[in-house]
């Protein structure tokens, strides 16, 4: 049976992640700072667990990966879509919500896939690691200066791990989707006429 780590899976794009993968028979834990959505989303699937999880909190990754494999068995797929946004241009953003954002978005997908690959490389089983970018990993966008940035850490983050984890059978992907409706994303796209993009 395949196990599968799914971060951000209490709705948006993890959520639809989380439950494609168990219609293909995986095994999923359902992540999610929001507990009580990741449980929902979890009592949806068969044989899914929903947990709370904060990406940027280095014990609490450990420890749910931990709890993963003591539950459900040796993790085989991981998928990071746990994230976060904020709107400011360079001049107006402060630096906490920039370092915010980063730290979710860059430091939390680096956590969780260091955590499962740990375990592949110990097992000697090899696994795939998929980390969600963004079209803003190579496209600008206005008023995006946290959210780009860090998509565009994620970007390179992904290929640095490929290059490290291959030869232990680990593939890793970054995917970077265009605007897609989520929650994190309506008032984006409600304003979407004055998006300018570079």
Known sequence: MTVALVTGAGSGIGQAVARVLAGHGARVVCAD???????ATADDLDGALGVLLDVADEAMVNDVVARTERELGPIDWVVACAGANAKG??????VETFERVMKVNVTGSFLVARAAARGMVERGTGGSIVLIGSINSVHALSGQVAYATSKGAVLMLGKVMAVDLAPHDIRVNVVGPGLTRTPMSAAMIANEEKMRWA
Do not use: F, I, N
Request: hydrophobic share 40%.
């Open 89 to 94: 241009t360079p001049t107006e953003m402060d």
């Open 33 to 39: 700072l929001d507990e009580a959505a990741a449980k």
